[in-house]
């Protein structure tokens, strides 16, 4: 049983920071890539960034410049580093992992919350 554990979510005020973290229990299989999804109130969950096991990021046009995605192999750990957060980017995050080889991986979400 593999599972994602997310970190790293809170309040924060316009213009701060969060980094949040998500960790795979266990590190045995092989990935294509992971990725940060959220969903908003009353909106459809997008994709904000991704990155692949060789290093290429993909990100989301409100969030190109400001939010910058990482991760460690080895463990299969994904980072996503939140500056200059606005309101907009209130929402639930998911980490996604796409393995090679099984289904997706989902972590349970973690609530971030900017306020004016």
């Known amino acids: 049983q593999v599972q994602l554990v997310e970190s790293g979510g809170g309040l924060v005020q316009a213009g701060g920071s969060l980094r949040l973290s998500c960790a795979a229990s266990?590190?045995?299989?092989?990935?294509?890539?992971m990725g940060w999804y959220r969903q908003a109130p009353g909106k459809q969950r997008e994709l904000v960034a991704s990155?692949?096991?060789?290093?290429?990021?993909n990100y989301a046009d409100s969030v190109k410049g400001r939010f910058t995605i990482s991760r460690d192999n080895a463990k299969i750990t994904a980072y996503l580093q939140k500056n200059s957060l606005k309101p907009e980017d209130t929402a639930v995050y998911y980490c996604?992992?796409?393995?090679?080889?099984?289904?997706?991986?989902w972590g349970q979400g973690t609530q971030v919350t900017v306020s004016s």
């Open positions: 990155i692949t096991r060789g290093g290429n990021t």
């Open positions: 266990r590190s045995d299989f092989s990935i294509n890539a």
């Open positions: 996604n992992v796409d393995r090679r080889l099984g289904a997706d991986l």
